[in-house]
């Protein structure tokens, strides 16, 4: 019995330490368990496998020479697998090129600079603005232009703007997206005139900020050609310019005067798209020669249907008195849908769609 009794005593002072150990490790598991579940896995969110992107390609890595390539989004109608659109403008232009039959750049209406191509009339006087512009319906009719700002902000708008507007619609192309001479491109090879859009300094600045190369009231000539000439270079195709923005910059005629001087030189149109109240782009733009045209109407500022068919309907009306009339407006699905309805029965009503180009006031 000693003995055995011995043997018990032995085999509980041996499970001892054994059962401390399990209860330790217990414990342990509690602990961390709570530790997840207060503080959160420390290694959730990171990626299970790291890949290194290329780096973007720089303007002089871009090719020289116009190439095709598959667009990335859905087939824009009246484009065809054949039709060639040229992914950048490049550094150099030494030969015409084209998206599918429409010219976007030549030779003799670019010279090649640092920044890259800078439109400028040719040396047998054929202007931009000529060059660039589609061939425009002359039968006697009033005539009705519509200028559709802020392509190439936005991809799915840009897209959705080129599958819905008629050809006869003017588009203007902001110069800040990478792929906005791919845009052009596309603009051009259905039928569009475009214009160029010149960033330029709001009443609110900066709490509205068109951007880095904004055009500003009291900066000076030089300063405002070189960031002018900056947005000048960023594509080519286009047959004029129109503002983005602008209300302070438009209203200060001694900072507009060498502007409109220098786009007169370059043998390119000012398209004022309406918005500012008292812009002094129609004087200014007389007095310097500059092929000029203002909108009437900005035909969305109120962005319902039945607004909108209001205006297009008052710009048939002022047209049919005066002969030709404009209007601008801005990416939104419904003004395209209004527009593209609209333009469908124009001709039937006795008008006719034009560019911007063709009802500009010419040059003195």
């Not at 990626?47 to 087939?75: E, F, G, W």
Request: charged content about 15%; glycine content about 10%.
């Amino acid at each position: 019995m000693a003995a055995t009794s011995s043997m018990d005593a032995g085999a509980r002072r041996g499970a001892n330490p054994l059962a401390l150990a399990y209860l330790a490790f217990f414990v342990l598991l509690i602990v961390a368990g709570a530790g997840i579940t207060f503080l959160g896995d420390p290694h959730a969110g990171q990626p299970l496998v790291s890949i290194d992107l290329p780096a973007p390609h720089t303007r002089a890595a871009q090719s020289m020479k116009p190439l095709p390539s598959t667009p990335q989004t859905a087939p824009v109608p009246g484009l065809t697998d054949q039709t060639q659109i040229p992914d950048s403008t490049p550094q150099k232009v030494t030969q015409q090129i084209y998206s599918g039959r429409a010219l976007i750049a030549d030779p003799s209406l670019v010279e090649n600079t640092p920044m890259g191509p800078l439109p400028r009339i040719a040396d047998d006087g054929t202007t931009p603005m000529r060059a660039y512009a589609p061939p425009a319906i002359s039968d006697g009719h009033p005539r009705i232009a519509i200028v559709v700002s802020g392509l190439g902000i936005s991809a799915k708008q840009t897209e959705a703007a080129l599958k819905g507007l008629p050809a006869g619609v003017t588009v203007a192309v902001a110069p800040y997206a990478g792929d906005a001479q791919r845009w052009v491109g596309m603009a051009r090879a259905q039928g569009h005139e475009v214009l160029l859009e010149i960033p330029m300094e709001p009443y609110d600045f900066p709490d509205s900020d068109p951007g880095p190369h904004t055009l500003r009231s009291g900066a000076g000539e030089d300063a405002n050609t070189e960031r002018m000439v900056w947005a000048l270079t960023r594509f080519s195709g286009y047959a004029g310019v129109t503002n983005l923005l602008g209300g302070r910059f438009l209203s200060d005629a001694s900072s507009l005067e060498p502007m409109l001087t220098y786009l007169a030189r370059r043998g390119l149109l000012f398209y004022d798209n309406g918005q500012v109240n008292h812009s002094a782009a129609p004087d200014v733009a007389s007095r310097v020669g500059v092929p000029f045209a203002q909108a009437d109407s900005e035909i969305d500022s109120i962005q319902t249907a039945m607004e909108i068919d209001h205006r297009l309907s008052a710009l048939e009306t002022l047209a049919r008195t005066r002969g030709s009339a404009a209007g601008s407006a801005g990416l939104y699905p419904v003004t395209i849908e209004r527009v593209r309805n609209w333009a469908q029965g124009l001709s039937s009503r006795g008008f006719v769609l034009v560019p911007a180009s063709a009802i500009v006031a010419q040059s003195k």
